[in-house]
């Protein structure tokens, strides 16, 4: 499987920011999505994650209120909107799947990484 994030770029506080990730080589209906981002010097963390159907989400308590993913099957592609971004939100974001119903929360889930979107939030 294969995952190509997009979307990423300058913003100023306050801002938003929409990612999108496609995923090519199999049957999206069949994966599990989540989001997790890496800040400089620190590990890679959860951010959001939606079932394969797109009836569960969840998000990282950082991120609840601000972010919201979703998903179109249709166009085998998984969204993370982000609103009234903070400084603290600077990261790489990356997108990840998992060939489950259930989508993974921890890194050492994950089936299939993307190669990661580089978002900064700065005046």
């Known amino acids: 499987v294969q995952l190509q994030a997009s979307g990423g770029g300058l913003v100023q506080p306050g801002g938003s920011l929409r990612l999108s990730c496609a995923l090519s080589g199999r049957t999206f209906r069949h994966y599990a999505m989540s989001w997790f981002r890496q800040a400089p010097g620190k590990e890679r963390e959860f951010v959001s994650g939606?079932?394969?159907?797109?009836?569960?989400?969840d998000y990282a308590d950082s991120v609840k209120g601000r972010f919201t993913i979703s998903r179109d099957n249709a166009k085998n592609t998984v969204y993370l909107q982000m609103n009234t971004l903070r400084p603290e939100d600077t990261a790489v974001y990356y997108c990840?799947?998992?060939?489950?119903?259930?989508?993974?929360?921890?890194?050492?889930?994950?089936?299939?990484w993307g190669q990661g979107t580089l978002v900064t939030v700065s005046s």
């Open positions: 990840a799947a998992r060939a489950s119903s259930g989508y993974s929360t921890e890194t050492t889930d994950v089936g299939s």
């Open positions: 939606i079932t394969r159907s797109g009836g569960i989400t």
